[in-house]
């Protein structure tokens, strides 16, 4: 075992490292770089049978659900289908309203969570499509579905889950993008800028994780709070979910995401010193001003921020107690590179708390029964 890690001392760091090549992986065979297209020939669909998908419900637990949320955007920005994102334990017991133009997509890493695995029986009874997004070859999940898109990020040993999150999140894209051409919903043009990008994206992923020195930092200054505040907007607020998710996690301590447009409607009130607020402020067209002003919003009330910036942003690190920086992104990409950040923020806080990095207490790596 000891082996196995390499130079790490836990598997979830190491895997943690592993996000560059796992995208690399993922990506591999199923982008035609030169001609800049997206082939994934995993889900064969003509023209006619792409366009007439109406629906696309995403269902997932843990990780994998904020994978999903994620996705959402995709779909609908780039291909123009209404996406909808449930927990498998809560649409497994409700009465959905499936048809065989609705593509029920699962997201699993394991493949075997039982709560996922129901979901897809109910979109089976439905007569919905049923595809998948899965890293464990063979699982259920990958036996079931019609179709299904390998993560290919490699085993996942740390009961929590990184790599795959990011897997999820790249194999979305490329079957976003794959449904965008099919469906006529972005230009050629269009896709070949995308597929530009992300083919960088193991090299942004990788200078992403050089700046470890400046997260171990910050979790030494911050690693005795027991309440944080996660803020993001827009492509950015999974990632504060996610965030906040390995924090409680990893290190047993309260964190909770929040849409930042809602923070004034309850956790506002929560705000004090003791309660250091996370912000993802990555600079984009949409939200990135009213996440300043958030900012500003959350010190007026004495709680301290420690902002997620892009690169040389001074107006973003004024307003902010410590900062975690990237190098400037696009905006499809940025939530697989903000959450490297805080899936090493929550890393270093549970090691320097002396927890079991790789097996939390009360968690599973995958959970089987009910
Ligand atoms: C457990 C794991 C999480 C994972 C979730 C969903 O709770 O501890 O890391 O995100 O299950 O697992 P799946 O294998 O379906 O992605």
């Not at 940025?334 to 320097?352: D, F, G, M, R």
Request: aromatic fraction near 6%; include cysteine.
């Amino acid at each position: 075992v000891a082996a196995a890690k390499g130079p790490y001392r836990h598997f979830m760091h190491k895997e943690i490292h592993e996000q560059p090549r796992a995208v690399t992986d993922t990506l591999r065979g199923r982008v035609d770089f030169e001609r800049g297209r997206v082939t994934l020939e995993e889900v064969p669909l003509s023209p006619e049978a792409a366009r007439r998908i109406s629906r696309i419900v995403i269902v997932a637990c843990g990780t994998s659900y904020y994978a999903g949320l994620v996705g959402k955007f995709y779909f609908e920005s780039l291909a123009r289908i209404p996406t909808e994102v449930d927990y498998g334990s809560e649409f497994r017991y409700r009465d959905p309203v499936l048809d065989a133009d609705t593509v029920v997509l699962a997201i699993s890493q394991s493949g075997e969570t039982v709560d996922t695995l129901a979901a897809m029986e109910r979109a089976r009874e439905g007569s919905a499509r049923l595809w998948s997004i899965v890293n464990v070859i063979g699982s259920q999940a990958h036996r079931m579905a019609d179709a299904c898109i390998l993560m290919h990020a490699g085993p996942e040993i740390g009961v929590a889950s990184s790599k795959a999150f990011t897997a999820s999140i790249v194999d979305e894209l490329l079957l976003a993008l794959r449904l965008a051409e099919l469906r006529g919903t972005l230009s050629p043009e269009e896709i070949r800028t995308h597929v530009r990008e992300l083919a960088r994206l193991p090299d942004l992923l990788g200078r992403v994780l050089d700046r470890e020195a400046e997260v171990v930092e910050v979790a030494r200054a911050f690693y005795r709070y027991e309440d944080f505040l996660y803020l993001g907007r827009g492509l950015l607020y999974p990632i504060a979910l996610e965030g906040a998710l390995k924090l409680k996690e990893l290190s047993y301590i309260h964190a909770e995401g929040y849409p930042a447009g809602e923070m004034k409607h309850g956790p506002i009130a929560l705000i004090d010193e003791r309660m250091p607020t996370v912000a993802l402020a990555l600079q984009d067209p949409v939200t990135y001003e009213k996440m300043l002003s958030q900012m500003e919003q959350v010190r007026a009330r004495r709680g301290q921020v420690i902002a997620l910036i892009t690169d040389g942003d001074r107006a973003a690190s004024a307003r902010a107690d410590a900062v975690l920086s990237v190098p400037h992104a696009p905006r499809w990409l940025q939530p697989a590179v903000a959450v490297v950040p805080l899936q090493l923020l929550a890393y270093h806080i549970a090691v320097l708390r002396g927890c079991d990095v790789d097996q939390p207490r009360n968690l599973a790596k995958s959970v089987t029964v009910e």
